[in-house]
C-alpha cells in the first residue's frame, strides 16, 4: 500500500515539472532557467524523424519551424513560413556532402510512388517544367519531359529518355541524347551536338560546329565544322565546309565542298567527289573517282574510273585498271601502264605500256598478229606514236609499229620485226606485221631526209645484211642491191699504206693502196695468193 503511495506521489510531482521545464538525460536537478525542454548527456543524441524528401513534403499542413532529417539528402530540414522546406545548414560545401540549402522543389504534377519520383524544378529558375520521372528543369522557360532528364538555360527542351540539354532553344529529343548551345536538336539514341543550329538524328552520333546536320539513316558518325552532312552510313566523319557524305561505311570527308559515297574513302581538299567505291583517296581540288577500288586522285581536276588507279598533278585521266598519270592532262586508260609529263595518251586496252613527255601516244598495231599488240611499249620525248610490242620509240615525231621495234631521234619510222631507225625522216619499205626473218626486210636505217615528201636512208641494212650507203640526193630506203651498195658520184677511200704494212693473214678480196710498190702508188687487191696491181 506504502508502495503504491510512492509512485502517485512521484508521478503527480513530474507532472507538475512538466508543466513548468523538463529536463531529460543527466543532472535532472539543475534547468537552465530560459529553457522549456533541456537534453543533457555526454554519451547520447537527440534522434529527429527520418523522411525521404516525398514523405517530407507529405506532412499535412506543416508550421514553420518543424525539424526532420531527410534521408534523400541527408540533411537536416526546416519548415520555413516562406512554404518552403530547406536545410539548416550555413556550409558553403557542395550538397554532396549534406550541407547546401536544397535550392530545389519538386513539380506537383508528377508524383512517384517510392522514392524521389518526383520532377524537380529550380526554385530561382522561372516557368520551368519538370514532368519527367527523376527529371530536372533550370533556368527560364526550360522543359524536362523526359524521365531521368535535364534541360537547363533558356528555352531547352529535354523530351528523351535521360537526356539532358542546356543553352538557348535547344532540343534533345533521342533517348540518352545531349545538346549545349543555341537552336540545336539531338534527336536519336546517344546523339550529341555542340555549337549552333546543328541537328543530329543519328544513332550514337556527335555534332560540332554551325549547321551541320547528320540524317537519321547514319550511326557511328560525327561532324565538325559548317553546313557539313552525313546522310546516310555507319562510321562515317566529316571536318570542314560544306562537305556531303551520302552513303556507305567509315568515310572521312576532309576540307570544303567534299562530296562522297561508298565505303572507307578519304577527302581531302576542296571540291573533290567520290561517287563510288570502296578504299579510294582524294586530294587537292576538283578531282573525281567516278567508281572503283583503291585509286588515288591528287593536285587539281584529276578523274579516275577503274580499280587501283592513280593521278598525281593537274587534270589528268586514269581509266580501268593499274594505270597511272604524272603530270597535266595525260590520259592513261591501259592495264598496270604509266603516263607522265604533259598531254600523253595511252588508249585502251594498251597495257604493261609508259609514256613520258609531251604529247606522246601509245596505241595499238591491230596488224601484229601472234601477240597482244601494243603491249609493253616504251615512249619517251615529244609526239612519238607507238603502236608496236615491246617497241619504243624515243625522241621527237617517231613511229614504231612491230614486235622490239626502236624508233628514235627525229621523225623517223620503224615498223619491221626488230628493226631499229634512227636520224631524221628515213624510209621504209612494206614488212609484214609479225616475229618475221624474211631475208629482204630492213634491219636497221639512218634517215637524213628533210621532210615527209623528202624520205631518204643515208644507211640502210637489210635483215641478210646486205648494205646500202648512199650519198646521193636520191630518196626512199635505198634498198641495198649487193652485200654492200654505195650510191653517190665521189669516191670510198681504202686503205694507204706501204709493202709492209700490208695485213699480216690476207684474204681473198682484199684492197688497199701501196705506196711503194714497184711502178709506183698502185691500187692492189689480194687474189688469195698475191697482191696485185688493180
Known amino acids: 500500500m506504502k508502495k503504491q503511495w510512492f509512485i502517485l506521489i512521484v508521478f503527480i510531482g513530474l507532472s507538475f515539472s512538466t508543466l513548468a521545464q523538463v529536463k531529460i538525460g543527466d543532472n535532472l536537478s539543475t534547468v537552465s532557467p530560459g529553457s522549456i525542454l533541456e537534453l543533457e548527456s555526454t554519451n547520447k543524441a537527440l534522434t529527429l524523424p527520418r523522411l525521404t524528401t516525398v514523405q517530407m513534403q507529405a506532412i499535412p499542413s506543416p508550421l514553420s ?27 558553403t560545401t557542395v550538397v554532396s556532402n549534406n550541407n547546401l540549402a536544397w535550392p530545389y522543389q519538386s513539380n506537383n504534377l508528377t508524383v512517384g510512388t517510392a522514392g524521389n519520383g518526383q520532377g524537380i524544378i529550380s526554385t530561382s529558375g522561372s516557368g520551368l517544367t519538370a514532368s519527367g520521372v527523376y527529371s530536372h528543369a533550370e533556368g527560364k522557360f526550360n522543359v524536362a519531359s523526359g ?7 533558356y528555352s531547352d527542351t529535354a523530351s528523351g529518355l535521360g537526356s539532358a540539354v542546356m543553352g538557348y532553344q535547344n ?17 536519336a539514341q546517344s546523339s550529341v551536338v555542340f555549337g549552333q543550329e546543328n541537328n543530329d538524328t543519328g544513332w550514337a552520333s556527335m555534332v560540332m560546329g554551325l549547321k551541320n546536320k547528320i540524317f537519321s539513316s547514319v550511326s557511328y558518325s560525327n561532324v565538325l565544322g559548317y553546313a557539313n552532312e552525313i546522310r546516310s552510313g555507319n562510321s562515317n566523319n566529316t571536318l570542314g565546309e560544306s ?3 551520302n552513303a556507305g561505311t567509315s568515310n572521312i570527308a576532309l576540307g570544303y565542298g567534299n562530296i562522297v559515297s561508298g565505303s572507307y574513302n578519304q577527302l ?22 567516278k567508281s572503283g577500288l583503291s585509286n588515288s586522285l591528287f593536285g587539281y581536276n584529276n578523274t579516275a574510273d577503274g580499280n587501283y588507279l592513280t593521278a598525281l598533278g593537274k587534270e589528268n585521266s586514269v581509266y580501268y585498271q593499274s594505270s597511272v598519270a604524272l603530270g597535266q592532262l595525260n590520259k592513261d586508260s591501259g592495264y598496270c601502264s604509266v603516263a607522265g609529263g604533259h598531254s600523253n595518251i595511252i588508249e585502251k586496252s594498251v597495257q604493261y605500256s609508259s609514256c613520258f613527255g609531251y604529247n606522246n601516244v601509245s596505241t595499238r598495231n591491230l596488224s601484229i598478229t601472234g ?43 620503224s615498223n619491221g620485226f626488230s ?23 630492213i634491219l636497221f636505217a639512218i634517215g637524213n631526209g628533210t621532210g615527209n615528201t623528202n624520205r631518204r636512208n643515208s644507211f640502210t641494212m637489210m635483215r641478210n645484211g646486205f648494205t646500202t650507203i648512199n650519198t646521193s640526193a636520191q630518196n626512199g630506203s635505198n634498198v641495198p ?17 706501204t709493202t709492209a704494212q700490208r695485213p699480216i693473214s690476207p684474204v681473198e678480196g682484199m684492197i688497199r693502196f701501196c705506196t711503194d710498190c714497184p711502178g709506183g702508188p698502185v691500187l692492189q687487191g689480194f687474189d688469195g695468193v698475191n697482191w696485185i696491181n688493180l
Not at 76 to 91: E, F, Q, V
Not at 420 to 438: E, P, R, V
Request: glycine residues 14%.
Open 268 to 289: 581531302f581538299g576542296k571540291n573533290n567527289k567520290i561517287l563510288a567505291g570502296s578504299g579510294n583517296i582524294e586530294g587537292g581540288d576538283n578531282n573525281t573517282i
Open 371 to 413: 601477240a597482244a599488240p601494243g603491249s609493253a611499249t616504251f615512249s619517251a620525248g615529244s609526239s612519238n606514236f607507238n603502236s608496236g610490242y615491246g617497241s619504243m620509240a624515243l625522241g621527237g615525231f617517231n613511229r614504231s609499229t612491230n614486235f622490239y621495234s626502236i624508233a628514235g631521234n627525229y621523225n623517223t619510222i
Open 147 to 153: 524521365n531521368y532528364s535535364w534541360s537547363s538555360g
Open 171 to 187: 532540343k534533345t529529343t533521342g533517348v540518352y541524347s545531349f545538346g549545349t548551345g543555341f537552336k540545336n536538336i539531338a534527336a
Open 481 to 497: 642491191r649487193a652485200e654492200l651498195d654505195i650510191k653517190g658520184t665521189g669516191a670510198i677511200i681504202v686503205p694507204v699504206g
Open 419 to 441: 628493226m631499229s631507225a634512227f636520224g631524221h625522216y628515213n624510209d621504209t619499205i612494206t614488212s609484214a606485221q609479225t616475229t618475221n626473218f624474211n631475208p629482204q626486210e
Open 243 to 245: 562537305n556531303i557524305i
Open 65 to 91: 519551424g518543424m525539424i526532420v532529417f531527410n534521408t534523400d539528402s541527408n540533411c537536416i530540414y526546416l519548415y520555413k513560413n516562406n512554404n518552403l522546406w530547406s536545410s539548416i545548414s550555413t556550409s
